[in-house]
């Protein structure tokens, strides 16, 4: 049994096809197939049930891959060592961020952490927050850009700043002629959502004390799946909705169709975090990746550190 071994027994766990975790270890599907049936002979039992239409994990295959998984995270966890004793700064650093964040902050960070770091090889991938908490955990990546609380004893964060809502309506609505938007105002205005799997739909909600709200009526089906398109729904007329500040410099935010007013309201923001796992022994290449982030931003989100 070796590593290798390992890595095709969590890789077609994940997958439950052949020919996917086969590719997914850059290995041809039969080498990957011969080694899983020499370690099934090797620990006796029989990991998965096999037929020619699907591959399914037996239950000791199960309880198998968990220790699996801790071994190769363990084995992550040297290399990683390693590394940091050599130049915790040099080599790659898997960053993921969520769509709602990345096209906005990245363009702020990525020149200026080449110029200050230009070991740092960032590897930037962006996703739902659930899909990046699961790569997290899998060693997939090695940080996170959050705006959700994480509540994990194997994670750790590092507040970077907060970012407010702005409120965005389109140019001649009822709400043109308020010099200062209230909470009744938010209470009586139709708002446009990120579809479901966006966690800024709930959290605009939330801070805007308007959680209790029903999901029914007109705008109910209104939803779109990233923040261009939901500009371009106010700018046509159909509602207003809540913008996170670091978009507010987009194209679409700057369209003469649309207004962005400031909500002069409490706690109406949401955190901004870089979240990892606390045995990731590169914290000091985190720790310079958060400074850029907060050497950059501009005067519209407030810096926490």
Same mark, same amino acid.
């Given at each position: 049994?070796?590593l290798?071994?390992?890595?095709?027994?969590?890789?077609?766990?994940?997958?439950?096809?052949?020919g996917?975790?086969?590719?997914?270890?850059?290995?041809?599907?039969?080498?990957?197939s011969?080694?899983?049936?020499?370690?099934?002979?090797?620990?006796?039992?029989?990991?998965?049930? /096999?037929? $020619?239409r699907?591959?399914?994990?037996?239950?000791p295959?199960?309880?198998?891959?968990?220790?699996?998984?801790r071994v190769l995270?363990?084995?992550?966890? !040297? /290399?990683?060592?390693?590394?940091?004793?050599?130049?915790?700064?040099?080599?790659?650093l898997?960053?993921?961020?969520?769509?709602?964040?990345?096209?906005?902050?990245?363009?702020?960070?990525?020149?200026?952490?080449?110029?200050?770091?230009?070991?740092?090889?960032?590897?930037?991938s962006?996703?739902f927050?659930?899909?990046?908490?699961?790569?997290?955990? $899998?060693h997939?990546?090695?940080?996170?850009?959050?705006?959700?609380?994480?509540?994990?004893?194997? !994670?750790?964060?590092?507040?970077?700043?907060?970012?407010?809502?702005?409120?965005?309506?389109?140019?001649?609505? *009822?709400?043109?002629?308020?010099?200062?938007?209230?909470?009744?105002? !938010?209470?009586g *205005?139709?708002?446009?959502l990120?579809?479901?799997?966006h966690?800024?739909?709930?959290?605009?909600?939330?801070?805007?004390?308007?959680?209790e709200?029903?999901?029914?009526g007109?705008?109910a089906? !209104?939803?779109?799946?990233?923040?261009?398109?939901?500009?371009?729904?106010?700018?046509?007329? &159909?509602?207003?909705?809540?913008?996170?500040?670091?978009?507010?410099? *987009?194209?679409?935010?700057?369209?003469?169709?649309?207004?962005?007013?400031?909500?002069?309201?409490?706690?109406?923001?949401? /955190?901004?975090?870089?979240?990892? /796992?606390?045995?990731?022994?590169?914290?000091?290449?985190?720790?310079? &990746?958060?400074?850029?982030?907060?050497?950059?931003?501009?005067?519209t989100?407030?810096?926490?550190?």
């Amino acid at each position: 049994m070796n590593l290798r071994d390992l890595e095709y027994l969590v890789a077609l766990a994940d997958n439950c096809h052949f020919g996917h975790a086969a590719e997914h270890c850059c290995v041809s599907q039969p080498t990957l197939s011969g080694q899983l049936r020499k370690l099934e002979e090797e620990l006796g039992v029989i990991l998965f049930e /096999r037929t $020619k239409r699907s591959v399914e994990i037996t239950p000791p295959g199960e309880a198998i891959v968990v220790h699996a998984r801790r071994v190769l995270e363990q084995a992550d966890a !040297l /290399r990683q060592l390693a590394q940091s004793y050599q130049d915790p700064l040099a080599g790659p650093l898997r960053m993921g961020a969520i769509p709602t964040l990345s096209p906005y902050l990245m363009p702020l960070v990525l020149k200026p952490l080449n110029k200050c770091y230009p070991q740092i090889k960032l590897v930037l991938s962006e996703e739902f927050t659930d899909t990046l908490l699961n790569r997290l955990g $899998k060693h997939e990546i090695d940080a996170a850009l959050l705006a959700t609380p994480v509540e994990d004893p194997d !994670l750790e964060s590092i507040p970077l700043f907060d970012e407010p809502f702005w409120l965005v309506h389109p140019r001649g609505h *009822t709400l043109s002629g308020k010099k200062k938007i209230i909470q009744s105002d !938010l209470d009586g *205005t139709d708002l446009l959502l990120l579809s479901e799997g966006h966690c800024l739909a709930e959290q605009a909600m939330m801070v805007c004390h308007m959680q209790e709200r029903s999901a029914q009526g007109d705008m109910a089906d !209104l939803r779109a799946a990233s923040l261009e398109t939901l500009l371009q729904m106010v700018g046509a007329g &159909f509602g207003c909705t809540l913008l996170p500040a670091l978009a507010l410099k *987009t194209a679409s935010a700057r369209d003469k169709s649309i207004i962005a007013r400031q909500l002069k309201l409490p706690d109406t923001y949401r /955190r901004v975090s870089l979240v990892y /796992r606390r045995t990731f022994p590169r914290r000091q290449a985190l720790e310079a &990746f958060a400074r850029v982030v907060l050497d950059n931003l501009p005067d519209t989100v407030r810096s926490i550190l």
